[in-house]
């Protein structure tokens, strides 16, 4: 009896051990919150172009995280990407003319939802949409223009040196 | 002349997939015994002990040097791109989806796959299995079972550990004697890794748990009851549960990266 109890104990020790662990391991490495649930608020926005936008991805003001990107469609009747964010219950007081842009953390970081609060005196609900909304940069696109401005640059000035030499 | 070369040939093919065969139809039969052998918990709880509390020690120790390697290694490595910081990241996406889950699988398969087979084998040579038998006790359920059950909770926990250890074997190579910067370490590791990373490591031990105990038990039960028998179903157990782990982990990679 006493060695089963033994036993026992300390294979209840190990077991909870192991899922000490896994709750330690789910936890604290990994990014993803608890507790937040059906907690908050949803606010949608519809982006030109989400980059590398991804669910999960946090939604800050000003470095803050106040909530996070729930999921991300197409939206077939605007031709935009639609992105539904979910804010956290406390943060109630955005104003509703405010703004959402898609940035990037750090040069090599993944990306998140900035919102930059705007001056009006009603705050979102449950449901609204963004309105001011600033697309992510794609780097092809940003590349392509600098070229192609540097090429309409250089036109004129190739004729101006001509002039300048008759 | 080269006519018994190719009966070897079709005799070796035929084994195996002989082999094969037995292994599906024992496999088969475990999974419809398991919802009964969970009632009879007290068994289970003994094997778990056997497999997996006992394994602790060596699978800490183990977990703690293999995340200081990593630790060294992945310094060298990102300090070559300037990008040390990123050695939380590598060690816990490292340990978590590979090396936990599959170390602790060899690990296993050599302390506690070799000590189920061994005793299974013993028991068959000593006729306590034909003894079962005839005292009309199953000896699959009475056995068995338990010992299977066992390793597969064993396996995951294991794993868990091994990871969760190795993460600090890391940590305390890179912090404390690469100086990389505590803060950065945590929370670049927290921002890049997903809970399905965890969830990926998780089902891979599973798995890999399953299949040691299988070959486990199978190799065991199966064995030829001599000295010698028990001592070839020992050492294929080793064979069997490295090759497979191996096997199996590049093929979950596969399906889930």
Redesign the interface.
Known sequence: MRQ?RA??L??G???L???A??F???T?????EFGLGDDGYRLTATFEQVGGLKP?APVSMSGVTIGRIESITYDFNEYRARVTLRIEKSYDRIPDDSDAGILTAGLL??QYLGIGPGSSETFFKDGDQIQFTQSAIVLENLISKFLFSKATEEQPAEGSAKETTQ | MAVPVVRDLVESVRETLRALGAYAIFAVRLARETPRALWRF?LV??Q??NT??LS?VIIMLSGLFVGMVLGLQGFDLLERFGSEESLGTAA?LGL?KELGPVITALLFAGRAGTALASELGLMRATDQLAAMEMMAVDPVRRVVMPRFLGGV??M???A??F??IG?YGAQLVGVQLMGVDTGQFWSQ???A???G??MEG?LKSVVFGVACSLVAVFEGYHSVPTAEGVGRATTRTVVISSVSVLLLDYMLTAVML
């Open positions: 089963t036993i026992e300390g294979t020790l190990f077991v051990l192991g899922f662990a896994l330690f391991l789910v604290q490495i990994t990014n993803r999960g970081g993944g | 007290g709880v003994e778990v002990h997996g509390a602790l816990a978590l909770i064993s995951p926990l294991l868990a550990i990871s969760l993460l590791m927290r921002g890794v997903e809970f990373d965890v998780v």
